[in-house]
């Protein structure tokens, strides 16, 4: 991928962040083998832009994703409720930075991301951590149920203002030591403010299409078996075929 991403013009931190912040947006996510990535950046070049740091192009992260006891978050998405959300701990671990965010589902389709700087542990989520912010659930609740570490390259696409995220080193882990990593996939995710953009457009051409997958539902569904997969099983049975079979309820 080092070599494909070359060929892509640069954009700065600062830059990227006021021309792309892009808190409401709709999203389309893609499960690519990762051999097949290098053909969608060469397709992007001159039309992208990535992120570059430094002369670093890629990062590392770590999710912490919270729920309830009845895992109110996870069975919301997989059941596709309407008032799903999603509260985690995203650190990036090249710089140190912090911050919880919450994702809930606006109107037609848009994802709504909240976030504010924390400075807590993941052990649990301090008390005033989510002061301000809207969560569908009793915060009192929420408990740290999965982590998730990878490696995330962002694309910046001048001419919508949409962004493309690609996330590789995949790992997802358990509290008690359970860990799943898929080396040879990478999701793609696109983010426009509405409808299709250029990226979408090129990954289609190459016969990709979106798919159901979401790191903390299908990352859970793959750890816990005896959890309902839902609307993520035909997902798990392309792209993780060693993950445990799941069920259905």
Not at 26 to 54: E, H, N, S, W
Not at 181 to 205: F, H, M, Q, Y
Request: aromatic share 6%.
């Amino acid at each position: 991928m080092t070599a494909a991403l070359d060929v892509l013009e640069p954009i700065g931190l600062d830059e990227l962040v006021a021309r792309a912040s892009l808190l409401t947006r709709v999203d389309r996510k893609y499960l690519l083998p990762a051999d097949r990535l290098p053909q969608v950046l060469r397709g992007l070049a001159g039309v992208a832009r990535v992120l570059d740091v430094d002369g670093r192009r890629r990062f590392g992260y770590r999710s912490d994703y919270f729920d309830t006891p009845g895992l109110d978050s996870y069975l919301a998405a997989a059941h596709r409720r309407r008032r799903r959300f999603k509260v985690r701990v995203r650190t990036y671990l090249d710089t140190g930075g912090r911050y919880v965010e919450v994702k809930t589902r606006g109107p037609r389709g848009t994802t709504v991301k909240e976030r504010v700087q924390y400075s807590g542990g993941t052990e649990h989520l301090s008390g005033d951590a989510l002061d301000g912010i809207h969560v569908p659930c009793d915060t009192e609740l929420l408990r740290p149920v999965l982590i998730t570490r990878y490696e995330r390259t962002t694309l910046y696409l001048p001419a919508t203002g949409g962004r493309v995220t690609v996330d590789a080193a995949l790992a997802w882990h358990l509290d008690d030591g359970t860990t799943l990593r898929v080396p040879d996939r990478v999701i793609v995710e696109t983010k426009a403010a509405s409808g299709a953009c250029e990226a979408d457009r090129l990954l289609w051409s190459l016969g990709h299409r979106p798919c159901a997958v979401s790191k903390y539902g299908t990352g859970l569904a793959a750890l816990r078996p005896d959890l309902p997969a839902n609307r993520w099983r035909p997902t798990l049975r392309r792209h993780f075929p060693s993950a445990p079979s799941t069920r259905e309820s």
